[in-house]
């Protein structure tokens, strides 16, 4: 396992933590690149339903490591073209992420955090999109996401001006779901996770994911139909009876993991 990229399992979460405190996790191209991989595994691993991806120390990552911004050369441009699997992977996995801001979540790092499904920040913690104070564009599908989030006026706003804003303001706007106080921060998502983990269908998740991010550009009768068919084929898996005979008979849920039927 990487230095750089913790991974543990509480109980059918996966948690994945930036581990570069030192430099407050900015991120490396190997870090993103081993945080892709750790998500690979999590899809393909039947006992992890639910991820939850944070931040060691004080910082949840602060960005790209700016060292490698100061020789902005051919050499750079290249790296960047070549980058492999794009940025918004996250949003491909087909189970929940849900992401915890720590801390400072600048740049190509709120890009993460964006492409995670669910966001929650401890009190107190910084948020800036950053880019336009280091003579960078709007980066990495961030201009597509963001208006998404918070609309497009005050997605502007973050935007152009890149300035910094709290956690709470982040709620009050829209671009996280919740603050909680830092020290209880892990153990709330945590929480928030393993109950979608233990009590969710993992099959319903994957699909409710595809059907969200895809009806992102579709009009309401594309997006309707679509649905029916969705619906039309989980009444072809186990998870809809298994749901309501648990519903019945008052206990927790035993749906299969995902791949273990069609979906």
């Known amino acids: 396992m990487p230095e750089n990229l ?3 399992k509480r109980g059918r979460v996966a948690l994945l933590t930036f581990n570069r405190p030192e430099r407050n996790n900015a991120l490396t191209p190997a870090m993103r690149d081993n945080y892709f991989d750790l998500l690979e595994r999590c899809r393909d691993d039947g006992e992890v339903r639910a991820i939850v991806l944070t931040g060691a120390g004080k910082s949840f990552s602060v960005g790209a490591d700016v060292q ?3 020789s902005s050369g051919q050499h750079t441009i290249d790296r960047i073209r070549q980058s492999g699997r794009p940025v918004h992977f996250a949003l491909s996995i087909p189970k929940p992420i849900v992401c915890a801001i720590n801390g400072g979540c600048a740049g190509v790092s709120l890009v993460h955090a964006l492409c ?3 966001r929650f920040a401890a009190a107190g913690a910084k948020i800036t999109t950053a880019f336009a104070r280091r003579g960078l564009i709007a980066e990495y599908g961030i201009s597509w996401l963001l208006p998404r989030l918070v609309g497009q006026s005050k997605a502007l706003d973050l935007l152009l001006s890149a300035r910094v804003v709290t956690a709470q303001e ?3 706007i829209g671009l996280v779901n919740g603050v909680f106080p830092r020290d209880e921060l892990i153990d709330r998502v945590l929480a928030y996770a393993g109950d979608m983990a ?3 269908s993992p099959a319903s998740m994957a699909a ?3 059907q969200v991010y895809a009806d992102y550009g579709r009009g309401i009768d594309e997006a309707a139909s679509s649905a029916l068919e969705e619906m039309v084929d989980s009444f072809r898996r186990p998870d809809v009876q ?3 005979a648990s519903f019945i008979e008052r206990r927790k849920p035993e749906f299969p993991p ?3 039927n069609s979906e």
């Open 6 to 8: 913790l991974f543990e």
């Open 68 to 70: 490698g911004l100061k």
């Open 116 to 118: 995670c499904d669910l």
């Open 170 to 172: 982040a709620e009050r």
């Open 198 to 200: 233990d009590n969710c």
């Open 208 to 210: 409710i994911k595809r």
């Open 242 to 244: 298994e749901g309501a």
């Open 258 to 260: 995902l791949g273990a």
